[in-house]
């Protein structure tokens, strides 16, 4: 009988030689699905668009590290938009601050 350890084993090593996956533009998002025969370093690794492609296994793989990027960058929109809030309740509190002082 196979165990599973064994199973494992076997497709981590079928994996190894044989990496099929994607090549996917970190621009455009365009892929390539490489064929059996093919390896990543078979290719020149900038896509037309300019950007460069990276090798995933998966679709989804690549897809969750753009919603990675998606999330930091609302995150700093966030942080921009309560700083510049904070700045105009700054100014404006400091403005009517002086027109009480100056009567």
Known sequence: MVSNEQIKNSLKTKQ?????????CDNCNSYYKLLPEESPEDFDLECSCGGEMKFSQSLETSNQEKSN??????????ICAILIILGI???????????????
Request: hydrophobic fraction near 40%; charged fraction near 20%; glycine fraction near 6%.
């Open 89 to 103: 309740v700054g100014f404006t509190l400091n403005y009517f601050y002086s027109l009480n002082y100056a009567t």
């Open 69 to 78: 990027d998606e999330k930091w960058i609302r995150i700093f929109f966030i």
């Open 16 to 24: 190894e030689e044989n990496p099929e996956g994607y090549l996917i």
